[in-house]
């Protein structure tokens, strides 16, 4: 199974993308099925922001735990930037990819794009 989230990242609807991961993961989610969560979570955090990116969204370490609790992992490369702004300002890791240990089993291995 492939899941794909966006969590817009500005006001009026910031972050409702979360709410509706937390209910598929609840309703739908199941740790027999392979599962691959592709997300555009607009979130930072040391656990895949680059190294010197320091902005924590609190709203990220719910994500995480929200995540592990359903036995998802982050499977992105760590600190590898996928948002490269047009302004000033440092490259982030914004977009996610998740999987839980069932399809952990399915993926020999994992190769960045150039």
């Known amino acids: 199974r492939v899941m794909s989230f ?11 993308g979360l709410p509706v991961l937390q209910s598929w993961l609840r309703n739908h989610s199941t740790r027999k099925t392979p ?12 656990h895949w922001s680059p190294p010197r990116y320091k902005h924590v969204h609190p709203t990220a370490r719910d994500l995480i735990k929200m995540c592990g609790q359903a036995s998802f992992k982050v499977m992105s490369w760590k600190h590898t930037p ?7 300002g440092g490259l982030t ?15 020999n291995a994992s190769v960045p794009s150039a």
């Not at 817009?8 to 972050?15: C, D, E, F, L, T």
């Not at 592709?38 to 979130?43: I, P, R």
């Not at 996928?82 to 000033?88: E, K």
């Open 82 to 88: 996928t948002f490269f702004p047009r302004s000033q």
């Open 93 to 107: 890791t914004i977009d996610l990819t998740w999987l839980n240990y069932a399809a952990t089993k399915l993926v």
């Open 35 to 46: 599962t691959i969560i592709w997300m555009d979570a607009n979130l930072h955090h040391p």
């Open 6 to 16: 966006y969590n817009p990242p500005s006001p009026p609807i910031r972050n409702a």
